[in-house]
């Protein structure tokens, strides 16, 4: 967790994926040596949307709230079933980091 805390402050996720380094495709994290691991490790330097979600959403009903406006944004339909569109939408071959930063920064998140 101290990913997306500072001075016990948590933080958004378009803080913690402030850079293309720290934003992760086809994985919920990657370490240093760009190797999947969980959102959760230690060992995590970079994220996709939802591992970043896991991880500055330690809540279960925050998490579900952020994904639902990140849902809705995007208009992808009910939760569970958006789960895969999300995924699916910022693992694309064209996505770039702009536009998930943007994304976020959009919904202040």
């Given at each position: 967790m101290e990913h997306c805390a500072h001075n016990g402050v948590r933080m958004k996720m378009r803080e913690l994926l402030n850079s293309p380094s720290r934003w992760a495709k086809d994985a919920a994290a990657r370490d240093k040596f760009g190797s999947p691991c969980s959102s959760l490790s230690a060992d995590a330097t970079s994220w996709c949307i939802v591992g970043a979600a896991s991880l500055c959403y330690p809540l279960r009903w925050e998490r579900r709230e952020v994904l639902e406006?990140?849902?809705?944004?995007?208009?992808?339909?009910?939760?569970?079933e958006a789960h895969l569109q999300y995924v699916s939408w910022q693992d694309a071959?064209?996505?770039?980091?702009?536009?998930?930063?943007?994304?976020?920064?959009?919904?202040?998140?």
């Open positions: 406006k990140i849902t809705a944004h995007l208009d992808l339909g009910p939760l569970p071959p064209e996505r770039t980091f702009d536009e998930v930063h943007s994304l976020l920064e959009k919904l202040d998140i």
